[in-house]
């Protein structure tokens, strides 16, 4: 993958210091236009921790200016997120309480319009979204599992040993969406539709690597995960429901119907084994498990605000 284009001056200047090597123009550098440069820098900037880029060499995955202008977007992008987010629940029976905070969430329902009237071309936006993160599906995940107990640990493995294939490759959920798009004529390269992702997708992609790269921040990882987990099996059955209306070829059904079932066991293998147990061993997770919820919930509902607004739902 080629690094993406800026999206206002702070992004470009840290664009053009990541392909040309040369960080020392990043020192005092200002702050971001707006959210757009902000988030499309951090993410670039978290992509060095991930995949990497073409254009870029390896050499700057760790490079110190780097790292502080990082280390700012993230630091402004968490008070942002914390300023919104409600106060936790009070304590009680953590995995029957965690259930009902999702339940009685009520966000804007992207995927019923999906399902029933969304046209083709509004079914292939959303699969190119989708396509930043699910290419890399889990892989944020996997940054929790050195910091972790042996009984968490044991219990994050497990699930993402489904994630990546249980040992085979043709079933990792990446793979499975890959080839989705691929048979529905889109490019199920990593990152080709970076230019077109709006800034709640960057959003999205951003907690998710934040969360996950910050130990102090594993609960809140963990928290995403039990609410993505558990906000992941109806809507698959939805979004597989409007492929299928819509004539999409099997292998793009396929890694929704695939997830139906799996995040059925999934949520109850993150909110139980993992969020619950965790919690069991260190109560002082409960806040965070909590703020990681609410942000899963919080950025889903904020991409799905912003679709239906432009498809005029
Ligand atoms: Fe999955
Ligand atoms: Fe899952």
Not at 127 to 137: A, D, G, M, R, V
Not at 220 to 226: E, K, R
Not at 276 to 296: K, M, R
Request: hydrophobic letters at 40%; proline letters at 4%; charged letters at 25%.
């Amino acid at each position: 993958m080629e690094t993406p284009t800026a999206r206002g001056s702070l992004s470009e200047t840290v664009l053009v210091a990541m392909r040309s090597g040369d960080t020392s123009q990043l020192v005092g550098v200002d702050g971001a236009d707006d959210s757009d440069d902000a988030q499309i820098a951090l993410w670039a900037l978290f992509e060095l921790h991930h995949g990497g880029f073409d254009d870029v060499t390896d050499e700057l995955e760790w490079d110190p200016q780097l790292l502080i202008v990082r280390r700012r977007l993230e630091q402004e992008f968490e008070q942002e997120l914390r300023g919104r987010a409600p106060e936790s629940p009070e304590r009680g029976d953590f995995a029957e309480d965690f259930f009902a905070y999702i339940a009685g969430h009520d966000g804007p329902s992207l995927t019923l319009h999906l399902e029933r009237s969304a046209t083709r071309e509004q079914m292939r936006q959303f699969l190119q979204h989708k396509s930043i993160y699910t290419l890399k599906e889990s892989d944020h995940t996997t940054w929790t599992i050195p910091r972790l107990p042996h009984s968490i640990k044991a219990a994050v493995v497990e699930l993402q040993y489904d994630e990546y294939g249980a040992g085979d490759p043709s079933r990792l959920h990446a793979h499975l969406y890959a080839r989705g798009l691929a048979a529905s004529g889109l490019s199920a390269e990593y990152g080709a539709y970076i230019d077109q992702a709006p800034l709640e997708v960057l959003e999205q992609n951003n907690v998710m690597s934040m969360f996950g790269l910050n130990r102090r921040l594993v609960g809140a990882s963990l928290g995403f995960l039990g609410a993505f987990e558990a906000t992941s099996s109806a809507p698959s059955r939805r979004i597989a429901g409007g492929l299928e209306r819509l004539g999409f070829p099997t292998e793009m059904t396929e890694y929704y119907t695939e997830h139906v079932e799996a995040d059925s066991i999934h949520e109850q293998l993150a909110v139980r084994n993992i969020c619950g147990a965790l919690i069991d061993l260190d109560p002082s997770q409960y806040e965070n498990i909590y703020f990681g919820a609410w942000a899963c919930l919080h950025v889903d509902d904020r991409y799905a605000e912003r679709m239906l607004k432009e498809w005029g739902v």
